[in-house]
């Protein structure tokens, strides 16, 4: 997932005609295939949304266009990354806004939770702000961190968003793979985080449960349909 080593490549034949086929070509490929599109003038009309060319979603056919992590990947976040990172905020949390000053604090007071997703040519096309801190003191929303909460007993994934290019393609499981190891490396046992909108059920296939009834206090920002998520270890 996201080692770069997987890169694109196209028109390209394969001995497969069956999905065991697939599978086993897979393995032996280290499972790097993320989508697998079809020439849509070798199996008809397409009807697959977001296919390139027309093309369709399928298995066990012969010439097949795949598409890989390229050269995506995690890096920390620099200062000079917080404008990309609204930008991609902006686009993504679209009834949740927050002033690029929340990511700058974020950033100033636990770098080591801040990561950016590069993309080939260098931008920002995902990020990740997270920080330890008190279940009692959950972030608000659209409000820079004056400060960490003290003493620490969980570790908040404050943030996490993805542009639409880079989703389904294992980025965000890499990403709360990354919270859970500074949460561990602190010696905290759990994640924390709001999940906001229809994320819930995202979240609940990434191991976390409600922390209790989940439910928030209003003025924290989040609106009726948010709650509070945890995940143990």
Known sequence: MGDGTAGYASQIKFPWHSNDGLSQWMKANGNR?????V????????????????????????????KGNAKMRWR???????????????????????????????????????RVLEDDDGQVAGYLVSHPGRQDHPPVLDTPMEALAEPFDCYF???????????????AGEA????????????????VLIAVGDAH?????QGFELLGD??????????PEARMLVRRF
């Open 33 to 37: 295939l993320q989508r697998i599109w």
């Open 39 to 66: 020439s849509s003038d070798r199996l008809g009309s397409a009807k697959a949304g977001g296919c390139p060319r027309g093309g369709v979603l399928a298995y066990g056919c012969p010439q097949m266009l795949i």
């Open 76 to 114: 920390e976040m620099r200062e000079d990354d917080v404008a990309g990172v609204a930008t991609v905020a902006d686009a993504v949390h679209l009834d949740y806004p927050e002033n690029p000053e929340v990511f700058a604090a974020c950033l100033r007071h636990y770098p080591s939770g801040c």
């Open 157 to 171: 994934l404050h943030d996490l968003a993805l542009g639409a290019a880079t989703r389904g393609r294992g980025f």
């Open 176 to 191: 709360v793979g990354i919270a859970l190891g500074e949460a561990k490396a602190l010696g905290i046992d759990r994640v």
């Open 201 to 205: 059920s995202f979240w609940k296939r």
């Open 214 to 223: 989940g439910l928030l206090d209003p003025a924290k920002g989040y609106g």
